[in-house]
């Protein structure tokens, strides 16, 4: 992970040329610290509700996003559990519905970044 110092660094270049971190992720590990506190309080025979799903999905996307935005590139999944492909493109369809993207236009970024 980013020092202190290397994320300033990227903010700055990143704003110099116009754009700006997606995130702040100092607040976002908050988030997910919030959390996992808030998933280990649960009883183990009780399923973990939507929104708290939704809440720790929300802040690992932002986070890896920044890490993502400043030049860290590592994969998103670990490497000891596989990811299915089915589980990858019903999650990645999900969050491009929810944010109104179709494929097309994430197709375009894609080429358009280099992403």
Avoid: C, K
């Amino acid at each position: 992970m980013s020092s202190p110092d290397d994320m300033d660094a990227a903010r700055r270049e990143i704003e110099a040329q116009g754009g700006e971190l997606i995130a702040d992720v100092t607040e976002e590990a908050a988030e997910l610290r919030a959390f996992a506190e808030q998933v280990a309080g649960l009883p183990r025979d009780v399923p973990i509700p939507p929104e708290v799903i939704q809440r720790g999905l929300s802040a690992l996307v932002r986070h890896y996003s920044v890490q993502y935005q400043i030049g860290e590139r590592w994969p998103p999944f670990a490497s000891g559990r596989p990811m299915p492909a089915t589980a990858a493109m019903i999650m990645a369809t999900a969050m491009l519905r929810a944010v109104n993207v179709e494929t097309f236009e994430l197709g375009m970024w894609q080429a358009w970044s280099g992403g």
